[in-house]
């Protein structure tokens, strides 16, 4: 029963971020007809760079990371980077999703 809990609190900010992006890839795309791919690689971007202007906080002895006891985030700002890399390989690699949401 903990564990579930613990997988709900970890997994609930992430769901509640995703439906945002998408309300704003939605209504980006009906009000200035942006495409869904340069919205959603614009919020990977974002991610990503705050993730890595941000990392110098969670090293030890840092604003997050006071006591050096937390170890480092690099699977989760490896993953953003991939997200990233993968999206804009696709806008660039296949241009027909530029249509889509348009």
């Known amino acids: 029963m903990a564990q579930v809990q613990k997988l709900e609190r970890r997994t609930k900010p992430y769901l509640i971020l995703s439906v945002a992006v998408l309300v704003s890839a939605i ?8 495409p869904y791919i340069d919205t959603l690689t614009a919020f990977a971007g974002l ?11 969670d090293m030890p002895g840092g604003w997050n990371n006071p006591d050096g006891k937390a170890p480092l985030r690099w ?8 997200l990233l890399v993968v ?8 241009p027909t999703l530029r249509g889509f949401g348009a």
């Open 27 to 34: 209504l980006l795309s009906a009000i200035w007809h942006v």
């Open 47 to 57: 991610a990503f760079v705050g993730h890595l202007i941000t990392v110098d906080e």
């Open 75 to 82: 699977r989760g700002l490896a993953a953003k980077g991939a």
């Open 87 to 94: 999206l804009a390989a696709c806008e660039i690699g296949v």
